[in-house]
C-alpha cells in the first residue's frame, strides 16, 4: 500500500472507530436503561424527509463556522472556549446596526456583517492580549469572557430592545426586508427554504483552508502552534501570532449567529439561539480542524439533533439520548485519535525498518552480491 492511502486511511479511521465507540456505548446505555435500542437508532438513522433536511442543512450552517472559529484557534494551539461570548456580541451588533438601517439594502447588510466580525474578533482579541503580555491562560479567560458577555448583551439589549405588544419577550429592531440575505428551497412547500449564508460559510471554509495551506502567514501560524522554539529561532513573533490567532478566531465567531439573524429571526432577542459556540469544540475535534472535516462533523451533529426530536414521541425516549451520544463522541474521539497516531507511528517505523534493512551493505569478508556463483562455491 502506497504512503498516501495509508495515510488516508489512518485519517479516516479515528473518527469512524470514535464513532461506532460513541455508538456501541450509547446502545448500551439505552439498554441498562430498559429502552429499545433498535427503534431509536431506526428513528435516528432514518432518512429525513425535506423539511427536516432543510433543518438540518440550515444548523449545520452555524455549527460549521463555530467549528472554524475554534478550529482557528487550536491550529495556533490555543484553545478558544469562548465562541459562545464572541457570536453572542457579533449577533447583538449586527442585529443593533442592520435594524437602524442607516445604509440602504445589501450595503447594510455588509456593514452589519463587518460590524460583526470586528465586535467578535475585539472580544476574542482580549484573551489573545492578555495571553500575549501577561501569560493569562485562553481557557480561562475565555470562559470568564462568556459570562460577561451574556451580561452585557441582556444589559444592553435592554437599552436598545423594542417591545412587541402583548408580548413579554425582548427584541431588537426587526431588519428591513431589503436588508435579509435571501434562501433558497430545496422542495415545495413551507419550511423547506435553506439560508443564503451558507455560501457565506463555504466561502469562510474555502479561505480557511487557503490561508493556512498556501500562504507565509499560515505556514507561520502552524509552525507557532506546533513549537514556539521552532517559531522564535525562524524569527516569528509568538506574542504577534498569539494575538492575530485570537483575532481571526473571534472574527469568525462573530459570524456562527449571523444565517439565523439574516435567515430566520431578523433581530436579536431573548429567546436567539444560545449553545452554539461549545458545540464547534467538539466539531473541530471530530473533524481534526480540516474545512472539510468540520463540514461532516457539523452535518452529523445537525442530523442527529434533527432526528432525535420525535424520539418522545414515536419511541417513548427523551432525545436527551443524542447529547449522551454527543458527548461520548467529544471523548472517544480523542483517545481514537491518540490510538491511530501511535499506530502510525508504528507502521513508520516498520517500514523505516524495513527500508534500512534492504539497503545494508554485506557484512566484511562475506561474499560480495556481484561475485558469480561459481566463485562463491
Partial sequence: MSPRATKFLLGIAAPVLALVTAFAITSLVLIAAGDPAGEVWGQILSVPETRKLTNIINNATVLYLSGLAVAIG???????????GQYRVGAFVAAVVAGEAWLPGY??????????ILCGAAWAGIAGLLRATRGVSEVISTIMLNF???????????????R???????????IPEGSRIPSFSIGSGPGTEVYGFLFVAIFAGFAFWFVLNKTRFGFDLRATGQSTTAAVANGISVKKMTILAMLISGGVAGLVGLPILFGSAYSYGSTFQSGLGFAGIAIALLGRNNPIGIAIGALLFSFLNEQSNALQILVGVSPDIVAITQGVIVLTVVISYEIVRRYGVRLEQQHVAQALASEAPPPPGGPSSAEPEEVRA
Fill in 74 to 84: 487550536f491550529r495556533m494551539n490555543l484553545f478558544n472556549i469562548g465562541v459562545d
Fill in 107 to 116: 450595503l447594510n447588510t455588509l456593514l452589519a456583517v463587518a460590524a460583526a
Fill in 148 to 162: 460577561i458577555a451574556t451580561s452585557l448583551v441582556a444589559f444592553f439589549l435592554r437599552k436598545a430592545a423594542v
Fill in 164 to 174: 412587541v405588544e402583548g408580548s413579554n419577550s425582548l427584541g431588537t429592531k426587526v
